[in-house]
């Protein structure tokens, strides 16, 4: 009888201390853990930032290249869209007459399509594209001293979403390349 | 006799449980330990293919810019170091950008390599992109 209530208490006082090393494990680990998950997004969040800047620049360059007339805002793509009356912060004619317009909507960059000879696009006539909401802003300015030359700035956020303070966690990752007009053009 | 027995099973046990939490406790710090590297290395891995996207775009800006350059300012050079005319961001400052010229033989186009050399604690990386510009009327396009 006092051999079991002995192997009791010797049992109980492991399993307490087991339980008390462990608390301590994971109070010293969970906050290790927590800023490993968060480091894990946010190197997600740069990942895809990367290939986003990537595609963006891609497309807005295939258009330049293409471009026979370009119209731009050298401010950039800000968030407030179509600060030009029936027009874009950028804009792009191609020799067909067609056109292509971009401008920044909460976030996102959004490309138009505008059929031959209009100056807006018509709802019913425009092909929507929109890249993901994360752009802080979008350059596209001629090169000074270099004719034809367009410098492409891209500005994407990277939110690391810890704590409460989501602004003071933001940070910009910035892609910058260079596009030169094929067909000819103006600004 | 037979208590003897009973003490020495009792320390033999208890001499087990506290190897098995030490074990157990290892493996927890292992297990802990692994996810937090695979963590930083995705991490890394990010920061690497971020700076790797920025070469390849100023690389890319930098063949734009050849494109519009006067035949003569085309001139053949191999592994000719350069600064990006667009500017090196922080995170690109250590890389090493180089630019191999070649005149076809007819001068009626060039070959352009470019090259931007990262370097890394395992060994540098490299991105490069290559591209033919066409010389008409003395001037390359």
Redesign the interface.
Known sequence: MNGRSERRAQTLNELVAFIGVFVVIVSFAGPAVRRATDVAEASTRLCRASQTAEIAIGLVGSDLRQASIVTYDPAGLGSAAKTWPGGFRLAVRFPDHTAAAYFMQDGALVRYSLAEGLETPMSEKCLRWVMRKDFEQFNVAPVAGDAGLYRIDVAIRIRKPVGRDMQAREQIAHFTTAVRLRVGGSP | MKGQS?HSA?ARR?GW?TTD?IL??VL??MI?GS??GA??L??R???Q??QE??A???L???L??L??LPEAELVPSVDERFVP???V?PSLEAATFRRTVRVEEDAHAARVTLVAEIPRTSGPCIVSIEGILCIHGGQA?
Do not use: Y
Request: charged share 25%.
């Open positions: 009973w009792e208890g449980v939490l157990g406790l927890l710090v802990m996810i937090i963590i930083a995705q991490a891995a990010a920061v293919l971020a996207t920025r390849r775009l100023l890319e800006g930098e734009e810019r494109r519009g005319f667009l500017g961001s396009r």
